[in-house]
């Protein structure tokens, strides 16, 4: 496993060791002693999530105030643009953002911690996205930023609009949300 820092020290970037050949490939998904050694976190994980969605719909940005959850992302099928905002006020990177493509075929992970807001976008035809999670989903303390946040300024590299759900329509300006100390 290599694990990539990004722009954002907290949030990893971590590509599989893969054995392939003529009949297909495998790769380990996840091992919690390697995580814990090449990145340094250590927390337990709590819940599998899974999902699948068509082409451009985006969903996100997604966090918890309280029961905050860090997330380990990978595309299952198809292509994503995962993104992580930084909303944590004391950070020296509060409000900035990071972007990578996973996909079913580079088999990318993005660990995203507490702390930071999440979502994605589909860019294949359909997309599955699974993710491990460090708590469990509290919809109470649930809360949404806007994607198109000016002050975030995201680059989604969308050539339309996204196709969003109502809670991801009306999410909170960045200015305005709950955010974390």
């Not at 297909?24 to 709590?46: I, L, M, Y």
Request: charged letters at 20%; a negative charge.
């Amino acid at each position: 496993m290599k694990v990539a820092c990004t722009e954002i020290p907290d949030v990893v970037l971590i590509e599989p060791r893969v054995f392939g050949d003529d009949r297909g490939f495998f790769f380990e998904s996840f091992n919690a002693k390697t995580f814990q050694d090449k990145t340094g976190v250590a927390t337990p994980f709590v819940q599998d999530n899974h999902s699948r969605s068509t082409k451009s719909v985006l969903r996100g940005l997604h966090y918890q105030i309280q029961q905050p959850q860090g997330k380990l992302v990978r595309a299952l099928l198809g292509m994503i643009l995962d993104v992580a905002v930084d909303i944590r006020k004391s950070s020296p990177s509060f409000g900035q953002w990071v972007a990578y493509e996973l996909s079913a075929e580079n088999k990318r992970q993005l660990w995203v911690p507490p702390g930071f807001a999440h979502g994605f976008v589909v860019l294949s035809e359909i997309a599955e996205v699974a993710y491990k999670t460090t708590d469990y989903y509290a919809p109470q303390h649930e809360r949404c930023i806007l994607w198109n946040d000016p002050d975030l300024a995201i680059d989604w590299s969308l050539s339309s609009l996204p196709i969003l759900s109502q809670k991801d329509q009306s999410g909170s300006p960045f200015k305005a949300a709950d955010l974390f100390p």
